[in-house]
Structures are given as structure tokens and as C-alpha cells.
């Protein structure tokens, strides 16, 4: 079975431009998970989907971030306009939706950003 | 604030001795909790998880337990390889697909 995939890997851009990450889960997975992880820090959730629909962006910085999941499979995150401070690791996870008890999350690779 | 936290940036142990990861939390709701390994460049691997109605879960070669009184769990590896060499991330959640909150990690080098 095929794990979660991201890409691009690696992105270095300016200050101010913007920036844009991709995230296709395990398939059947209905949960879909953005966490945002700064170095010497564990991941921080950013934005959870279930299906198409937002579970919860509470910690999502609006005024920059946006993130979508149209067909409730692939998702999006965009940055717009880039600050220093989003340099990080940007990880995507799935889960399968069925328990909504205590479900497993399953991490893809990450994109690395840095932001000069 | 930290609601899960691993005091312990790095550790390091010798191939074949007992590596132990420490972990505590704050939030009593806390009611799943789970480990994840990390190896440069990729991302977290789940590892073992173990639910607040049990205090130890085995899987192989790695043991989780759980002291809900004392709000701590720890991650036992017997015996320790050289593979084992990553960052560990301890998570938390409540119950109800809710968001992990994990630790900062705790670095394991086991020496050959």
C-alpha cells in the first residue's frame, strides 16, 4: 500500500512571494491532516479535513495560510505572502475515518521550506 | 504551554542494552497516546500507541507504558540496534479523532 505522498520536497523562496504544497493521502483515507513543525519542535497541527469539509483550522494563521481538499481526496496548502517565520517542515498525515475513537496517523515525508 | 513534554533531548545507548524514552503530559483528558520515530528527511513513522484503559502494550522488540497517576509513559527498546538511531516524538490525544499534540523529541544515537 502506498504511503502519503508530498511534494514538492524542498522549496526555498523569498520573503513576501508565495508558495504552494501538495498532499495526496493513503487511498481510502478520509482524514487528512497539515502539520507544521519548526526545527528543535514537534509537529503542530495546522488543519485537519475530513473528507472535503474542515474538522478544525483553529491554529491555521488565516490571514496567510489557505488549504483545500475539493474532492476529499488530494489537498493544497498555500502560503500567500511568505514570512521568515514559516520556514519549516511542512507534513501532511492521513487516517482512515472509520473509528472516530482513537485513529492512527500516518505521515508523509514533508516539504522542507525555507524562507530568506 | 507544553501539554506533552520530553525532558530529554538526547539519549544515548549501547547496541544491545535497554534504551528508555520518557514522556509526560498534562492534559488528564489525554486518553490515546502514541510514538513515532523520525529519521532525517523523511517523516514520522508510527511505532506503538497504547490506550489509557491499559498500562503496557508490547510489540516486538519496543514496550509502551502507561502511568496514568503520574501522567507518564515511557517507550522501552530491548534490545537496542543501531537502526533505532532517530528522534522519537511522544503524541497525545483525546479520544474523538482530535488533533495530536506532540512532545519536542528526544534524540536516540545507540553506539555500536
Known amino acids: 500500500e502506498a504511503g502519503v505522498a508530498q511534494s514538492p520536497r524542498y522549496k526555498i523562496i523569498e520573503k513576501r512571494q508565495s508558495v504552494a504544497f501538495w498532499c495526496n493521502p493513503i487511498s481510502g483515507h478520509a482524514t487528512l491532516y497539515w502539520y507544521q513543525q519548526i526545527l528543535g519542535q514537534g509537529p503542530k497541527l495546522l488543519i485537519q479535513f475530513q473528507n472535503n469539509g474542515v474538522v478544525d483550522d483553529s491554529q491555521l494563521p488565516k490571514d496567510r495560510f489557505s488549504a483545500e481538499r475539493l474532492k476529499g481526496v488530494d489537498s493544497t496548502l498555500k502560503i500567500q505572502p511568505a514570512k521568515l517565520e514559516d520556514s519549516a517542515v511542512y507534513l501532511c498525515a492521513s487516517s482512515d475515518g472509520k473509528d472516530s475513537f482513537q485513529e492512527t496517523q500516518y505521515f508523509g515525508p514533508g516539504t522542507r521550506l525555507l524562507v530568506l | ?112
Not at chain 2, 15 to 29: A, Q, V
Not at chain 2, 45 to 67: A, H, M, P, Q
Not at chain 2, 77 to 100: E, K, R
Open chain 2, 1 to 112: 504551554d507544553q501539554q506533552v513534554k520530553q525532558n530529554s533531548p538526547s539519549l544515548s545507548v549501547q547496541e544491545g542494552r535497554i534504551s528508555i524514552l520518557n514522556c509526560d503530559y498534562t492534559n488528564s483528558m489525554f486518553d490515546y497516546f502514541l510514538w513515532y520515530k523520525k529519521y532525517p528527511a523523511e517523516g514520522p513513522t508510527f511505532l506503538i500507541s497504547i490506550s489509557s484503559i491499559k498500562d503496557k502494550n508490547e510489540d516486538g522488540r519496543f514496550t509502551v507504558f502507561l502511568n496514568k497517576s503520574a501522567k507518564h509513559l515511557s517507550l522501552h527498546i530491548v534490545p537496542s540496534q543501531p537502526g533505532d538511531s532517530a528522534v522519537y516524538f511522544c503524541a497525545a490525544l483525546v479520544s474523538g479523532n482530535t488533533p495530536l499534540v506532540f512532545g519536542k523529541g528526544t534524540r536516540l544515537s545507540v553506539i555500536a
